[in-house]
């Protein structure tokens, strides 16, 4: 590269990408990197208030920005991922289907560590759409030395992909309501209606309800039952307070799941339980999901369905953030609830 008066950059290649904002009206890329400058281009850059120009003149081991930007986004990407071609020295990362955005974050930092580097996400864990934007990577400078491009190699090299989207599995999920009051007809249930809500974004299929008292046996034998039968997820509901008659923690453990945790660092939804039978979550939800708009379980749902395995460091790490602040509009995910927790 070699700055130059726009004067004499007449017959010269411009170097990079140049963007032309007007405040509050346009931001568009004026001039294209590899356009060769002409007369009347000279007065156009002044009224963008350039007085010199990089012009491009190759160097020995140096590599453009938008070539630099394209290599470090190949380094990134894994599976459910597409990228864009170089626009003003920025390569964009999108989703190529719907699923979870997982980042490997100490990695993330890794590469952000390196000077000129500039590396973008969007959360992990997050739910994407298809065509979705998740990430965007550029260098600061107009070129950069290949010395910088091997140390960012290195910081992949041997890992898994940085950045992927794991689609949603369509898991057959069965559903136990818990409550003497809801089993002899006191109370009608309201849970059926609100867990088909829930699943149904991850296509989610429903095996069926069953409802029974406040039964420590009875709700372990329920559960061991849905196992058997085929369920991928069950979904244990009511009954998860400290009141006498609450029964669920015990029956979950009682079918011999193992516990990962019971009580969430989240609100609302701490009395959340999870526990996995094999490889089958088992998910205690307590009553507040009828009322709340958004919990623990809305929070894990989209892990479950991307066939993450859920650890109990996962669930202490999520206290950070972990706070809903109950907005008069919901916007989640579009929301900082539940995102700065990871493995």
């Known amino acids: 590269m070699r700055k130059v008066p726009v004067e004499e950059a007449v017959g010269?290649?411009?170097?990079?990408?140049?963007?032309?904002?007007?405040?509050?009206?346009?931001?568009?890329?004026?001039?294209?990197?590899?356009q060769v400058i002409s007369?009347?281009?000279?007065?156009?850059?002044?009224?963008?208030?350039?007085?010199?120009?990089?012009?491009?003149?190759?160097?020995?081991?140096?590599?453009?920005?938008?070539?630099?930007?394209?290599?470090?986004?190949?380094?990134?990407v894994g599976p459910g991922l597409k990228l864009t071609e170089p626009n003003q020295g920025r390569v964009n990362i999108w989703a190529g289907h719907d699923g979870l955005l997982k980042v490997q974050v100490e990695q993330l930092h890794q590469l952000n560590n390196l000077d000129d580097i500039v590396f973008a996400t969007?959360?992990?864990?997050?739910?994407?759409?298809?065509?979705?934007?998740?990430?965007?990577?550029?260098?600061?400078?107009?070129?950069?030395?290949?010395?910088?491009?091997?140390?960012?190699?290195?910081?992949?090299?041997?890992?898994?992909?940085?950045?992927?989207?794991?689609?949603?599995?369509?898991?057959?999920?069965?559903?136990?309501?818990?409550?003497?009051?809801?089993?002899?007809?006191?109370?009608?249930?309201?849970?059926?209606?609100?867990?088909?809500?829930?699943?149904?974004?991850?296509?989610?299929?429903?095996?069926?309800?069953?409802?029974?008292?406040?039964?420590?046996e009875l709700i372990s034998r329920e559960i061991q039952n849905a196992v058997a039968e085929g369920a991928q997820l069950v979904i244990v509901t009511g009954g998860m307070s400290v009141d006498a008659d609450d029964a669920t923690p015990q029956g979950i453990r009682d079918s011999g799941a193992e516990v990962v945790f019971y009580g969430a660092p989240i609100l609302p939804g701490s009395q959340f339980m999870l526990a996995y039978q094999g490889s089958v979550p088992i998910c205690g939800v307590p009553g507040g999901a009828l009322f709340s708009r958004k919990t623990t379980l809305d929070?894990?749902?989209?892990?479950i369905f991307a066939g993450d395995r859920i650890s109990r460091h996962s669930i202490v790490s999520m206290g950070h953030g972990g706070l809903c602040e109950d907005c008069g509009i919901c916007h989640f995910p579009q929301c900082p609830f539940g995102k700065a927790g990871w493995d």
């Open 122 to 216: 969007l959360h992990s864990d997050r739910i994407v759409t298809e065509g979705q934007t998740v990430a965007g990577t550029r260098v600061v400078p107009i070129a950069v030395p290949g010395s910088l491009l091997e140390e960012a190699e290195r910081v992949f090299f041997g890992k898994n992909p940085m950045l992927t989207v794991k689609p949603f599995l369509p898991l057959w999920v069965a559903v136990i309501t818990t409550g003497t009051e809801v089993n002899n007809g006191r109370i009608k249930d309201g849970f059926a209606r609100v867990i088909r809500q829930k699943i149904a974004p991850f296509q989610g299929r429903w095996m069926g309800q069953v409802i029974v008292p406040d039964d420590s």
């Open 12 to 34: 010269l290649t411009l170097g990079y990408d140049m963007t032309r904002i007007i405040p509050g009206r346009i931001k568009h890329r004026a001039f294209r990197k590899g």
């Open 299 to 303: 929070l894990l749902l989209p892990r």
């Open 39 to 76: 007369e009347k281009d000279v007065p156009r850059l002044k009224d963008m208030g350039k007085e010199h120009i990089y012009v491009w003149e190759p160097e020995e081991n140096m590599v453009h920005e938008d070539e630099a930007a394209l290599h470090l986004a190949r380094l990134a």
